[in-house]
C-alpha cells in the first residue's frame, strides 16, 4: 500500500564476506567472528515499496560530498566504471533542491549491481538500486524520485504519473542543464510520435488496470503533461507549483485532484481544459489547450 508510511531500522548479520545495504544511514556495522551485523536507521516515513534489504559482495562507500551523506554500495565488477558514481550525485541533488525544494532526507547514495538482463532500476528510498552504473539520465531519474514518489507519494497506483512523468520531466530538465539534450528537444521526441500510435490511447492519470502502470505514456505522456504546464503558466508559477507540492506533501500521500487544485492556485488560471486533455482523455492533445 503506498499510504501507509513508517520508519524503519534494519539490524542485518551476514557472513563476513557480504555487505548488508538497506535505507537510509548506515549507524554501525560490528563483526562477531566470520559474520559482520549491520544496522540502518530509516528515520523519515517510507512507504514499504520504497523499502530494500540488498546483500552481496558490495564495495561500500561511505563520504559526506556538498551537503549530502553518500554512501554507495557498487557490485566489485563494476568497481572502476563507477569511480566516480557518488561523487555524480551531488551537483544532481543541489540542481533538483533549486528547483524542486529542499534534499527531503539525511543521506542519499546507490545500490548497483551487476544484471545485465535487468533493465530497469528502482528509487528505493535514499539508496535507489541499479542493474549497471547509471548514466546521467537514469541518475536524475532516480534521483528526482526522492521528491516525487518517495517523499510525496501517490494515495492509489492509479497516480503514478506523480511518480513517472515528474521524475521523467526532472530527468530532461538534468540533461537539459548538462548540455546532454535541449528540454524542448525532449518535449518534441516524445510528442512527435503520430496520433494513430497506441501510445496515445492510454491517458496517464487513468491507466486503466495495473497491465498499464509502468508503460510508456504514464512516463512521457506525463512528462509532456508538466511541459504543457509549464507553457501555459510560465517558468515562475511552475516552479512554485513544484515547490509547494514538495512542501505541502512532504512525507505523506497526494493525488492528481490535488495537483491540479494547487497548480490552479498558484497560476491563478482554470487549468481543467489542459488537465483533461493531457491527463484524463484518450487520443494526442493539442499542445497548449
Ligand atoms: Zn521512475
Do not use: C
Not at 542485518?12 to 549507524?27: E, K, M, Y
Not at 549491520?38 to 552481496?56: C, F, N, Q, R
Not at 553518500?70 to 566516480?84: C, S
Not at 521523467?168 to 548538462?178: C, F, G, H
Amino acid at each position: 500500500m503506498p499510504r501507509i508510511k513508517a520508519t524503519y531500522r534494519f539490524s542485518v548479520t551476514v557472513p563476513s564476506t557480504r555487505v548488508a545495504v538497506a535505507n537510509g544511514d548506515l549507524i554501525s556495522r560490528r563483526s562477531t567472528g566470520d559474520r559482520a551485523t549491520y544496522v540502518w536507521d530509516a528515520k523519515e516515513p517510507m512507504a514499504s515499496y520504497l523499502a530494500t534489504v540488498t546483500i552481496g559482495k558490495f564495495r561500500l562507500t561511505d563520504a559526506k560530498i556538498g551537503k549530502y551523506r553518500t554512501i554507495v554500495a557498487v557490485d566489485p565488477k563494476l568497481a572502476g566504471k563507477a569511480a566516480n558514481l557518488a561523487e555524480r550525485h551531488a551537483p544532481v541533488l543541489d540542481y533538483f533542491a533549486s528547483l524542486f525544494g529542499p534534499y527531503p532526507f539525511s543521506s542519499t547514495g546507490a545500490i548497483v549491481d551487476h544484471a545485465p538482463k535487468v533493465d530497469y532500476a528502482l528509487e528505493t528510498q535514499t539508496r535507489p538500486i541499479y542493474a549497471e552504473v547509471p548514466g546521467e539520465g537514469l541518475l536524475a531519474h532516480e534521483l528526482a524520485h526522492q521528491w516525487f514518489g518517495d517523499s510525496v507519494t501517490p494515495s492509489r497506483w492509479q497516480d503514478i504519473w506523480l511518480n513517472e512523468g515528474f521524475a521523467t520531466y526532472a530527468e530532461w530538465l538534468w540533461q537539459d542543464k548538462i548540455g546532454e539534450r535541449g528540454l524542448q528537444t525532449s518535449f518534441d521526441m516524445a510528442y512527435a510520435t503520430p496520433a494513430k500510435d497506441a501510445f496515445w490511447r492510454t491517458p496517464p492519470a487513468d491507466p486503466g488496470g495495473p497491465a498499464a502502470l509502468f508503460h510508456d505514456p504514464v512516463y512521457y505522456r506525463g512528462a509532456m503533461t508538466l511541459h504543457a504546464l509549464r507553457g501555459k503558466v510560465g517558468d515562475m508559477a511552475f516552479f512554485q507549483i513544484l515547490s509547494r507540492w514538495t512542501a505541502e506533501h512532504k512525507y505523506g500521500n497526494a493525488d492528481t485532484r490535488a495537483f491540479i487544485a494547487l497548480s490552479e492556485r498558484v497560476s491563478g488560471h482554470d487549468l481543467s481544459g489542459l488537465f483533461t486533455d493531457w491527463l484524463f482523455k484518450p487520443g494526442k492533445p493539442a499542445f497548449w489547450s
